[in-house]
């Protein structure tokens, strides 16, 4: 119970940088770093698929609602939240994890934890300006916009992290 308000209260709380700050500072005017993606990233493993489907649907939804997007978002987040499952299983098989209930930057290591976001953020960035554009023809403009996206985020959700968890641990 004690996680379940931590984590509502942390997803609540990126949405309330992304919307009352950060999408006032988009770079050139084309990209802003969803930094909401990040809470999506670091929820706990043991969801099942259907009710994290749902909750990022959802998610992706109250921030578009906000933007007066289109379903973007939702879509996008949807979509991660589609893959997350089998990149989750792949990546602790691989990585040999020893906690498979929680995301933590504490417990992974810095290495680690950037192996398994990365993607994450690539997924749902490439996959919300190919649902923008909606054009093969632009697929140069949406690799380096998701590219400069996934750069932008990660900084802005490591600095997060740091500041809200504390500084982390060395890599393993």
Known sequence: MIDLIRYTAWLSVLMLVQVLLLDQMALLGLISPYIYVFGLAILPVGLPSWLFMTFAFGYGLTYDAFTANWGYHALA???????????????????????????????????????????????????????????????????????????ILLLCSLGLYTTFYGSAHTSK
């Open 77 to 151: 987040c949807t979509f991660l939240a589609y893959i997350r499952p089998t990149w989750v299983r792949w990546y602790l098989l691989k990585s040999r994890y020893d906690d498979p209930g929680s995301i933590r930057l504490n417990s992974l290591g810095w290495a680690r934890f950037l192996t398994y976001t990365i993607p994450l953020f690539a997924i749902h960035q490439f996959s919300l300006y190919f649902f923008e554009a909606l054009a093969f023809s632009e697929l140069h403009w949406i690799f380096l916009r998701s590219l400069a996206g996934v750069l």
